[in-house]
């Protein structure tokens, strides 16, 4: 049933962890495949994955090394190259909770109209706790920035005809892509903790390309005008939401330069 995507760069330290975590799932039968796209790392990250793979030869695993693209270009190789009619999109540095695919598949064998579906938990915007199975919407996306990737799974079919990942883009591009699925009417989030981000991370946007919190909200704008061009927004709403979004990128800055201190005065 799924096609599991898993592009790393440099996840030594990490990789096994990733692995472990699909391995671990309570309905591992829905893994078709597992596909794991080695984005030029420089470390031992290619060794691990094939020890790994030594190791366990039950698990469907398919590796593939490529020179330094982006993790766009590698994502949209692994679902190209995928044989199962549904994609769950893995990082190398996060990891599913056991039960997450088998909560996943429950909800689409129940709702066959869904083509994207993501997990949160708490799944809130602004003040407004949302709960169970709720359908988002274009203002939602705009108000809070939705969807761990990690905990994405959605129909290839509808992947590929809504474009894959902008190999041009670095940041927010994931967003991008998924916001895409409101022009399906399908855009669906689980309120559940099915994921665990950036595992060793003292904090979230510590390192990596989360941590160019300019360059990520500079992403996020144009993922807002978009909806607009997509006539999904108004544009006094648009308008309003670039301001709000400059807002947040003041509270995550000082949320970030907060954890660095607390980070240097236990070194």
Not at 121 to 137: D, N
Not at 168 to 190: K, N, P, T, V
Not at 253 to 265: P, V
């Amino acid at each position: 049933m799924f096609s599991v995507i898993i592009p790393t760069y440099n996840c030594e330290k990490t990789i096994r962890h990733v692995l472990d975590s699909v391995r671990r799932q309570t309905r591992f039968d829905l893994v078709e495949e597992i596909i794991v796209l080695n984005d030029g790392s420089t470390d031992r990250t290619g060794k691990i994955v094939e020890d790994y793979r030594v190791r366990h030869p039950d698990m469907p695993i398919l590796y593939f090394h490529h020179k330094n693209h982006g993790v766009s270009y590698t994502r949209n190789r692994g679902i190209r190259a995928a044989k199962a009619e549904w994609i769950a999109l893995l990082d190398g540095d996060d990891v599913w909770m056991e039960q997450k695919l088998e909560r996943q598949a429950q909800i689409l064998a129940q709702y066959p109209d869904i083509c994207f579906l993501g997990a949160m938990e708490p799944l809130k915007i602004l003040v407004r706790r949302r709960h169970g199975l709720c359908k988002m919407s274009a203002a939602d996306l705009c108000l809070r920035s939705f969807t761990p990737t990690p905990s994405v799974v959605f129909k290839k079919s509808a992947g590929e005809a809504l474009g894959l990942f902008d190999e041009r883009r670095q940041f927010a591009e994931d967003e991008q892509f998924f916001q895409r699925f409101l022009l399906y009417d399908s855009y669906y989030m689980l309120a559940e903790k099915l994921v665990q981000i950036s595992i060793q991370k003292k904090y979230d946007g510590e390192s990596g390309l989360s941590s160019h919190l300019r360059e990520c909200s500079r992403g996020r704008d144009k993922n807002i005008i978009e909806l607009y061009r997509m006539g999904l927004i108004g544009k006094p709403f648009m308008a309003a939401m670039l301001l709000f979004s400059q807002m947040k990128f003041c509270r995550r800055w000082l949320i970030r330069s907060a954890h660095r201190c607390t980070a240097k005065l236990h070194v």
